[in-house]
């Protein structure tokens, strides 16, 4: 089997464009067949000793495409996507997605129960989808692989915020999700640096 030509990430937006049916199949197998060249991500790298950060790439009415630059050992909360689709990929590093299932969930005390459920890896030639059945996850560089990770998330369609959950607490809340940089520039009053 003839290997897989890594593609620019702006041809990988440009084919997104062109996909027939924004649905889970046909755009996994998209990305799954156009791997990302990392050099072409450089504009969209910057990272922070804080938290990982958020980076536009390309946004429309359909989706939008962002690098999640990650340090080593940091984890997002575990979040939902508004019941938006999500596929992720990672052309740089890897990193694993833990799947949680929502036992219960009580919108007046904004309390919930959740259980660990399928875990897997996401690597430069694995991407994945977010399950529509199970939306609740949460995504971690370990600090045991001892490497930077980067991320491209599609999220169709766009949303600005998500609910994040605790599993210590019991508890969920409604987080405004921002930017650190769009289309290559930092966002001002946003943390990140980019690699040199």
């Known amino acids: 089997m003839a290997a897989t030509r890594l593609v620019d990430v702006h041809d990988l937006a440009k084919g997104l464009n062109e996909v027939r049916q924004f649905d889970h199949t046909e755009v996994y197998d998209y990305i799954k067949t156009h791997p990302v060249e ?5 504009p969209y790298l910057f990272f922070t000793p804080a938290s990982y950060t958020r980076n536009l790439i390309f946004k429309s009415d359909l989706f939008e495409l962002l690098a999640i630059c990650w340090e080593v050992g940091q984890v997002s909360r575990i979040h939902n996507h508004r019941d938006q689709h999500c596929w ?42 977010v399950d529509p059945q199970e ?34 607490k ?10 650190t940089s769009e289309y290559g520039r930092r966002v001002a009053g946003e943390p990140g640096e980019q690699p040199k």
């Open 38 to 42: 990392p050099e072409s991500l450089r």
């Open 170 to 179: 019991g508890t969920y809340c409604d987080v405004p999700l921002h930017y």
């Open 88 to 129: 992720m990929m990672a052309p740089i590093g890897k990193l694993k997605n833990q799947n949680y299932r929502v036992v219960e969930r009580d919108p007046k005390t904004m309390s919930c129960r959740l259980v660990p459920s399928r875990e897997f890896l996401i690597t430069p030639t694995e991407p994945c989808e």
């Open 135 to 168: 939306p609740v996850h949460q995504v971690l560089n370990l600090a045991e692989w001892n490497q930077r990770a980067v991320s491209l998330h599609i999220y169709s369609r766009p949303f600005n915020s998500c609910e994040v959950y605790s599993l210590e």
